[in-house]
């Protein structure tokens, strides 16, 4: 234990006098925590959309674009000989009318209007844009103005009280939402950041740590230092003094941001609470499965290490564990939408992936006490497992110089070795 | 203290290394592990310092079972190196604290070192500032900084000027006289005999040769003689003992420094009565000890 405490020391002094991960990790926090004190001395109403709840309300007054767009339009049926309709429909815009099709396609081609209409029918219209934006919503809103045209002409054509048609089809409906579970909408995003962060330090991390072993190995200072202690105090040195250095490091980041948004809170407007409200239940359960699940890797990520002799084969060894880190992930992902399907549920129970779905289950849906103590019991056990095996594999690839070993070929020879 | 190795075998894969290699050497001693290169001397060693286990032999220590992490061991590897980036004295208090020193004695320990190998100076240098004899001086001083009982030292000379093998030499003639166990690997045959008493060589991973080396240049001496003269070069002087002297001695090789030769028929009292009553002037006469170059090479150097 006394040497366990001493090589994870020394690793840790390595993580601390490493220039770029202290600046780094301080510029972070420091970014975070400027900008969550901001709203307390800058008015960002406008930026954040708070004028209310900031207290420095002030009404945003003209247009929210300030260009006026121009729009051509080719009208076959009459509907919209006037184009005060539109304009209306339209804020901010400016109507012409075109003699053909051609014409509209032109102008809009010249970029002499942003967008067209040709009016075939009252059911039927051709939109045409130079360039279409991802908020372009003239389409829908060209939409309901076509169907107003044809409900005004049908009612027309069929003697039919308009106005009674229209209460009709637009009929006010009240709800209210009572939630008594989860609102998937409010944690799907600070959910969405911390699969992320768990996955960036589980690459990050598990890299470093597996070039502090294979380091170790080219500078030959390994056999030094076998001799002159347990395999298992350096090994398990180095997963201890990354996981140190990871969760220190990611939980200043979380702690200058969820921090300094509550401390902050009444000049942010509850603007943030997507991101950053996030449970204290929620954390705990992040905390324990992404700790463990930070240890199950970095321990196979140290087997790597021992395995080869250069730092640059590194990725050759550790490419399968990077598939199945990256397979998680990308699952993890695709999956929060469907967050009670069968493929969320395996992915919670499996230590390879537990350490992100099982949270998620629990911010966004709904997870009883035994699964989430199960899942934990199997990633606890399966890290016991893969770090007893991890000292093993370092052990035996310490001292193999050469060709970098596959970790399947080394838990073989682990087989062979104890069969013999 | 005496350390022993029994009947040691080691197998990788399916090729046997080791064929039950034994030695033993004692307190105050030093054993020269010699051998060819790929031997079996670092599997050996390494198997002493419990890198490698044995699939059969036995390791005791005063007839006791020997686990080297129970012992203060110093061991100075063939292969060897430092982290580069770190200053000296970080890495040496490091590598004391793992053998088990508290922080307070290993740097104490650190410091003294340093000074005995006249490296106080880089105390605060990063390691790989320092030049290749220096840095192999702190990997000395890294050995001993746990203040061992015994201290392996596997090629220690490598990449040493003359004036730092010379510091080196003191220091394992210290560690000798300070009644350490000393098993000391190296191919510069000249420092073997500068220090160890005893001697191993390894071959095809056998111990084929073993012992006291005073008793084994002896008996590789075949009881011969060395004789040298100031008034005949050792040519003239083989001539002249194959002419005068046939009845009495066999010359058996000439070198610069004398004749080797066999009494053969006569006592050595009588032919060195002789010899002094020609008119040789008489510069050495004496038993023929060989170096250990020559008993090395004749030992293990045949099928070379």
Not at chain 2, 51 to 76: C, H, W
Request: with cysteine; aromatic share 8%; proline share 2%.
């Amino acid at each position: 234990m006394k040497k366990l405490k001493t090589v994870l020391g020394f690793e840790l002094s390595n993580y601390l006098q490493n220039k770029t991960f202290l600046i780094t990790s301080l510029l972070i926090v420091v970014v975070i925590a400027v900008v969550m004190f901001l709203p307390r001395f800058i008015d960002m109403s406008d930026m954040l959309g708070t004028g209310d709840a900031a207290g420095s309300a002030e009404e945003s007054a003209g247009d929210d674009d300030g260009e006026e767009k121009t729009y051509v339009i080719y009208d076959k049926t009459g509907a919209f000989s006037k184009t005060a309709v539109l304009e209306e429909s339209f804020p901010g815009s400016k109507w012409k009318t075109a003699k053909s099709a051609d014409e509209v396609k032109k102008q809009v081609n010249s970029q002499k209007a942003s967008a067209g209409f040709v009016v075939n029918s009252l059911t039927e219209y051709e939109h045409f844009v130079h360039n279409k934006d991802l908020s372009d919503m003239d389409m829908v809103v060209f939409d309901e103005l076509l169907a107003q045209a044809y409900r005004v002409s049908y009612c027309e054509e069929k003697n039919l009280p308009l106005d009674e048609v229209m209460n009709l089809v637009n009929v006010n409906v009240t709800g209210t939402e009572k939630i008594l579970g989860k609102d998937m909408s409010e944690s799907f995003a600070y959910c969405y950041i911390l699969v992320i962060a768990v996955f960036m330090i589980i690459i990050l991390y598990g890299i470093m740590i597996a070039t502090s072993v294979t380091t170790e190995k080219s500078n030959r200072s390994i056999e030094v230092l076998v001799t002159s202690t347990t395999s298992n105090s350096l090994i398990f040195g180095k997963v201890l003094a990354g996981t140190i250095a990871a969760f220190v490091q990611v939980g200043l980041v979380l702690f200058a941001g969820v921090g300094g948004y509550a401390i902050n809170y009444d000049y942010w407007g509850g603007k943030l609470d997507a991101v950053l409200h996030i449970p204290g239940n929620v954390l705990l359960v992040f905390g324990l499965f992404a700790l463990f699940g930070f240890v199950f890797y970095a321990s196979i990520y140290a087997a790597v290490g021992a395995l080869v002799s250069k730092t640059e084969d590194i990725n050759k060894t550790a490419g399968s564990v990077q598939m199945i880190i990256m397979i998680v992930y990308f699952l993890v992902l695709f999956q929060m939408s469907n967050i009670d399907g069968t493929i969320m549920k395996v992915l919670s129970f499996l230590p390879v992936s537990s350490y992100s779905a099982m949270y998620i289950r629990v911010a966004m849906g709904e997870v009883a006490a035994w699964e989430i103590i199960v899942s934990f019991a199997i990633l606890l056990a399966s890290t016991g497992l893969v770090g007893y095996l991890a000292a093993k594999i370092y052990r035996m690839g310490t001292l193999r110089y050469g060709n970098p070993i596959s970790i399947r070929s080394a838990i073989r020879m682990l087989k062979n070795k104890s069969a013999e | 203290m005496k350390l022993e190795m029994q009947g040691i075998h080691k197998r990788f894969g399916e090729k046997e290394i080791l064929h039950g290699v034994s030695f033993s050497v004692e307190s105050g001693k030093a054993l020269g592990l010699l051998g060819r290169n790929g031997a079996g001397k670092t599997t050996t060693i390494r198997i002493l310092m419990d890198v490698f286990r044995a699939d059969n032999g036995t390791i005791t220590l005063d007839g006791s079972p020997f686990k080297a992490s129970e012992q203060k061991m110093g061991y100075l590897p063939e292969e060897r190196g430092l982290y580069p980036k770190k200053t000296v004295i970080d890495q040496m208090v490091y590598l004391a604290r793992l053998r088990g020193i508290s922080k307070a004695e290993a740097k104490k320990n650190s410091l003294r070192w340093l000074k005995r190998l006249e490296l106080e100076q880089y105390e605060t240098k990063k390691l790989e500032t320092l030049s290749k004899g220096n840095q192999q001086k702190v990997q000395l001083a890294s050995t001993l900084v746990s203040d061992p009982d015994i201290v392996i030292l596997d090629e220690p000379f490598s990449g040493l000027d003359p004036v730092n093998a010379q510091i080196l030499k003191d220091v394992v003639n210290e560690l000798i006289a300070e009644g350490k166990i000393v098993i000391f690997s190296s191919h510069q045959m000249s420092y073997v005999e500068e220090f160890c008493e005893d001697i191993a060589i390894i071959n095809h991973g056998e111990v084929v040769l073993s012992g006291r080396l005073s008793e084994i240049k002896k008996e590789f001496g075949h009881n011969q003689i060395v004789l040298n003269a100031d008034n005949y070069t050792p040519q003239k002087l083989s001539e002249l003992l194959s002419a005068s002297f046939g009845d009495a001695v066999t010359v058996n090789k000439v070198q610069k420094d004398g004749c080797i030769m066999q009494c053969i028929g006569s006592s050595r009292r009588e032919l060195l009565k002789r010899l002094a009553d020609s008119d040789i002037e008489i510069e050495r006469f004496e038993a023929y000890k060989p170096s250990l170059n020559d008993i090395f090479i004749a030992k293990v150097g045949e099928e070379a």
